[in-house]
C-alpha cells in the first residue's frame, strides 16, 4: 500500500449490533474505502443477528420497516422492468444476496429461470415458503452461467473482493447482463451524516464504493453500459442516519436531507446509492 492508501477517512462503529468502532480506510490504488479492522469470514455472522436487519426478515413492523418493505415492493417491477429492457425477453437469471426471495418470486411469476444466493438461512427459510429455493453460497453455481446477474446491495458485504468478483463474472454468459447496486460515499447524504451515515453500515459493508472505483472493479470483459439512480435509498439511509445521529425514530429532517441529496445529484449524478449496469462480451 501507499502511504496515501492508509489515510483514514472516518472512524464509525457498529449502531446495530455490536457498537464496536471501525475505521474507514481510504485505498488509493482502488479508489475505495475499507472497513478496519475487518472481521473474519467465521465471524461476520454474528454482526448480522438482529431481528432489526430488515433484509433477513419480512417484518412490517414500525415506521422504518414498513417504509422498507412498501419501496421494496414497489422496486421489485421496477428491477425486473429494468432488466428486461435491457435484456430483451426472458431468460435465465441469478440473484446474489436473494434475502427472503420477493424478487425472485416475482421474476418467476413473470416467467424467468430464477436462481438464488443466499448466506443467512432465516431468510433462505422464508424464501423456501414462498416457492424459491435459494443456494447458501456463489460456489454451489460454479460451472453454472446466466443471462442475468444480479447484486441489490450485495457486493458490499462480500469477503475477498478481487476473487468474488472475478467469481461473479464467471456466472454471467457470454453477451449477459450483470447489474451491481451499492451505496455511493460521494453523495450529499453521505457527506452530510458523515460517520452517522448508514450505508457504511460496519463491519457488514467491508467496502465501499464510488462511481470511479466501479468503473475500476470489473476486468476488461465487463463493459459498464449504464449508470442508473436509487431515488428511494437516499431517503430511506437519511431516515436510519438521524436515528444513528440524534436517536429520532421519524424525522422530517431526514426527508429534507434525502431530498437535498437528490436535488444534489440531479446535477452531479452522486446519488445515495447507484446501479451499474455491466454487458460481458461475446
Known sequence: MTEQSDKTHCTTKDFLVSGESFSLVWNEDQKILITQPQPLKENLNKYYESNEYISHTDSKKGLINFLYQAVKNYSLKRKLRLIEKLHLGKGSLLDIGAGTGDFLKYAKDNNWEVNGVEVNASARSLSLNKGIQLKESIEECKGN????????HVLEHLPDLQNTVLNIEALVKEGGTL??????FNSYDAKFYKEFWAAYDVPRHLWHFSQESMKMLFSSKMTLVKTKPMIFDAFY????????????TFSLKAFWIGLRSNLSA?????????IYIFKKAN
Open 145 to 152: 452461467q446466466f443471462d442475468v446477474v444480479t447484486l441489490w
Open 179 to 184: 447489474i451491481v447496486a451499492v451505496p455511493n
Open 237 to 248: 439511509v437519511s431516515l436510519i442516519s438521524e436515528k444513528y445521529k440524534n436517536g429520532n
Open 266 to 274: 440531479w446535477k452531479t449524478k452522486e446519488y445515495s446509492s447507484l
